[in-house]
């Protein structure tokens, strides 16, 4: 849904649109959290906690296919069926050199933790695995053959234009945007509760993310939420 949005107020409203939109969802978390609206997460039952965070497990799983078989196959669908078929239908492209790098990666995952866990087996595969494909000279993709050259470059920021019609037409889909990002980030927060046994304070993270927000349409970003594979990843890896 949060991508639908994005990809619906770029339509509209162009790139502008959306960094003004994101500038505003931030502003409107800021308020949420002054609001004290962030502890009205202990009303949302267990079992949307545990079908979200189950429905993102299997999202981030099966999308992980083309690039794990080295898949030779142009943009993947965004719907669930629609992707297992066009994977279905390229599945005779596999890349066996792929596969056994992400085999590797797979292997160190499981038994680096048994080694020790002061250091992320995470970052080891990484090494390792990276070490693999560039001295050994193997056809693999990576970051710079996918993407191309990456800028280090520090962002400035950069104002968008607007106007005060266009912020008026952009209170509904700003307002969209701060309610699903602040309820993914806060149902990230009991995740990692979960996994830590501790206690998250939901108006701080609702600050954080508003903040957040508004600094990255200022620097041209697009809007941001919490993730629960990236916060579940960070706690596993300490």
Known sequence: AFVVIIYGIVESYGTDGLIVAT??????????ALCKFGSLIKYIPYTITTGFTCGIAVTLFVGQFKDFLGLQMGAVPSEFIEKIVAYSEHITTVDITT?????????ILLVWPKVTDKIPGSLIAILVTTAIVYFGKLPVNTIGSVFGELSSAFPSISLPSFDFKLIGE???PAFTIAILAGIESLLSAVVADGMINDQHKSNAELLGQGLGNI?????????????????AANVRNG
């Open 23 to 32: 500038i505003m969802a931030g502003i409107i978390l800021c308020i949420m």
């Open 215 to 231: 600094f990255s349409g200022l620097f041209g970003g697009i809007p941001a939420t919490g993730a629960i594979a990236r916060t």
């Open 99 to 107: 596969v056994v790098i992400g085999l590797v990666a797979i292997v």
């Open 170 to 172: 952009l209170v509904s």
